[in-house]
């Protein structure tokens, strides 16, 4: 069983930063696979960014590659979204995920564990 809890969300000026974080509770969280998602009002949930279990796999969403960067640090159970020069359409409620699939995977149902998600909101 994992329990996941994204923070870190907040409001943003266009072209600003924001590094969100994903803190997850038990021992064997460095066996799975996280992701961030996100869902905007009226629109599906969608794949952001993915980390393998020990860090070696890596898979972002064309819309974010370049900008936004996804790693963990194992030892303190903890996932990070760093997400820089951030645009109004990236405003959303972020969620983490998580698996132990291979690959991780880029679709919703393939995660195991939610977290209540953060909002980022972005003004232009």
């Known amino acids: 069983q994992v329990q996941l809890v994204e923070s870190g969300g907040g409001l943003v000026q266009a072209g600003g930063s924001l590094r969100l974080s994903c803190a997850a509770s038990?021992?064997?969280?460095?066996?799975?696979?996280v992701g961030w998602f996100r869902q905007a009002p009226g629109k599906e949930r969608e794949f952001v960014a993915a980390i393998s279990w020990s860090g070696s796999g890596i898979y972002s969403a064309d819309s974010v590659k370049g900008r936004f960067t996804i790693s963990r640090d194992n030892a303190k159970n903890l996932v990070y979204l760093q997400m820089n020069s951030l645009k109004p359409e990236d405003t959303a409620v972020y969620y983490c995920?998580?698996?132990?699939?291979?690959?991780?995977?880029?679709?919703?149902?393939?995660?195991?564990?939610w977290g209540q998600g953060t909002q980022v909101t972005v003004s232009s």
């Open positions: 995920a998580a698996n132990r699939a291979v690959p991780p995977g880029t679709l919703p149902h393939r995660y195991d564990y």
């Open positions: 038990g021992r064997t969280f460095s066996t799975y696979n």
